[in-house]
């Protein structure tokens, strides 16, 4: 630690967040303005919604951090913020009123990788040492990540179409549960039978660490709509036992593939993040992996799996560190691989 103090900001999605971290791992505050109300009637996000909500809410939750750190800008040693991937208009928003906070303050910005910044969770949370394997898991995101360095980052395999916590969503859509679809299933899969309906278990017969979840979520479809068909419409216990089929499928798959990356990258830590890690179902298989791995499980509080700028606030020490220094010419990118 050379106590260093980190303003970060987070605005990729549908989270808008500041925080304020020291380089011996104290948040100092951390605030998340959720957006999930906005969003509720259009079955997603709505990137100029998102935008918007972004640009009119960023200063505040930036000034309530200081506030709640009980610091001044000039108090602080930079400014970290989240240059992509994310929603464009969004990821403006962060950027922008970093450069204007850096011009006006003479801090340094170190433009972070949103991706990045959950990688790095487990050593902001946990001081984990590098190397480690890395299993994201989110609305947006699903990837194996073998993390050895602040910026070394080897992508073992990942969705090749929807995100896990984007298939527990649709799931729940499909069977009129609310929204966000993990909590609902998981809940109403407490009582439900995971062997009555035969789901498929997609790309297990692959090699690779490689993902898919579409075709898992389009097999709870067609069951829904034959027991409809059949029985004109569906039963308490129907929801009960395809969303405890559908939990299986995707804990089962991801602890499989979890096994495989671990084999390719051995490490001591297996680390989960995103929102999905807070399944139950998941986290008891990837224990069950990480043990048989000879691999401690790690999973960082809910709070700081899902998106937040703490993260940010973190990787950008980090990055700082290990000698990034970023000017007003920071692009903000849309994509942007790991
Ligand atoms: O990381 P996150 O908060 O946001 C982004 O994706 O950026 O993750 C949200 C996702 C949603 O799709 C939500 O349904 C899922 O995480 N999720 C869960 C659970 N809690 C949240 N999925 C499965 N089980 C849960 N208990
Ligand atoms: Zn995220």
């Known amino acids: 630690s050379m106590g260093l103090t980190f303003l970060g900001i987070e605005s990729s999605c549908d989270d808008t967040a500041a925080a304020v971290v020291r380089d011996d791992r104290t948040i100092l505050a951390s605030i998340v303005a959720g957006q999930t109300a906005l969003h509720a009637d259009f079955g997603g996000v709505v990137p100029e919604i998102a935008a918007r909500a972004h640009a009119e809410k960023l200063d505040l939750c930036v000034e309530e951090a200081l506030t709640q750190a009980g610091l001044r800008l000039t108090d602080l040693d930079g400014i970290a913020v989240t240059a992509g991937p994310g929603l464009i208009g969004g990821v403006l928003s962060g950027v922008m009123l970093a450069k204007g906070l850096a011009a006006g303050s003479g801090l340094p910005i170190v433009g972070v990788n949103h991706l990045a910044g959950h990688a790095l969770t487990p050593r902001l949370t946990d001081a984990v040492p590098y190397p480690y394997l890395m299993l994201l898991v989110s609305g947006g995101h699903c990837q194996f990540l073998s993390v050895a360095g602040p910026d070394q980052f080897t992508r073992l395999g990942g969705t090749i179409d929807?995100?896990?916590?984007?298939?527990?969503?649709?799931?729940?859509?499909?069977?009129?549960?609310?929204?966000?679809?993990?909590?609902?299933?998981?809940?109403?899969?407490?009582?439900?039978?995971?062997?009555?309906?035969?789901?498929?278990?997609?790309?297990?017969?692959?090699?690779?660490?490689?993902?898919?979840?579409?075709?898992?979520?389009?097999?709870?479809?067609?069951?829904?709509?034959?027991?409809?068909?059949?029985?004109?419409?569906?039963?308490?216990?129907?929801?009960?036992?395809?969303?405890?089929?559908?939990?299986?499928?995707?804990?089962?798959?991801?602890?499989?593939?979890?096994?495989?990356?671990?084999?390719?990258?051995?490490?001591?830590?297996?680390?989960?993040?995103?929102?999905?890690?807070?399944?139950?179902?998941?986290?008891?298989?990837?224990?069950?992996?990480?043990?048989?791995?000879?691999?401690?499980?790690?999973?960082?509080?809910?709070?700081?799996?899902?998106?937040?700028?703490?993260?940010?606030?973190?990787?950008?020490?980090?990055?700082?560190?290990?000698?990034?220094?970023?000017?007003?010419?920071?692009?903000?990118?849309?994509?942007?691989?790991?």
């Open 162 to 338: 929807d995100a896990p916590g984007e298939a527990f969503d649709k799931v729940a859509k499909l069977l009129g549960l609310p929204q966000p679809g993990g909590p609902s299933v998981e809940n109403v899969a407490r009582s439900g039978d995971a062997r009555r309906f035969a789901l498929p278990r997609p790309l297990l017969d692959r090699p690779g660490c490689d993902l898919s979840f579409s075709g898992l979520k389009t097999a709870v479809l067609r069951q829904r709509d034959e027991l409809v068909t059949a029985q004109g419409g569906l039963h308490e216990q129907d929801r009960a036992d395809l969303c405890a089929g559908f939990q299986v499928a995707v804990a089962e798959v991801l602890a499989e593939k979890t096994r495989r990356a671990l084999a390719l990258a051995p490490a001591p830590v297996l680390a989960v993040a995103g929102g999905v890690a807070a399944n139950e179902t998941l986290r008891t298989a990837l224990q069950t992996v990480a043990t048989n791995a000879g691999a401690a499980f790690l999973a960082p509080p809910l709070r700081l799996c899902t998106d937040n700028a703490a993260m940010i606030a973190w990787a950008g020490i980090e990055a700082f560190h290990s000698g990034q220094r970023d000017g007003m010419d920071l692009a903000a990118r849309p994509r942007w691989p790991l």
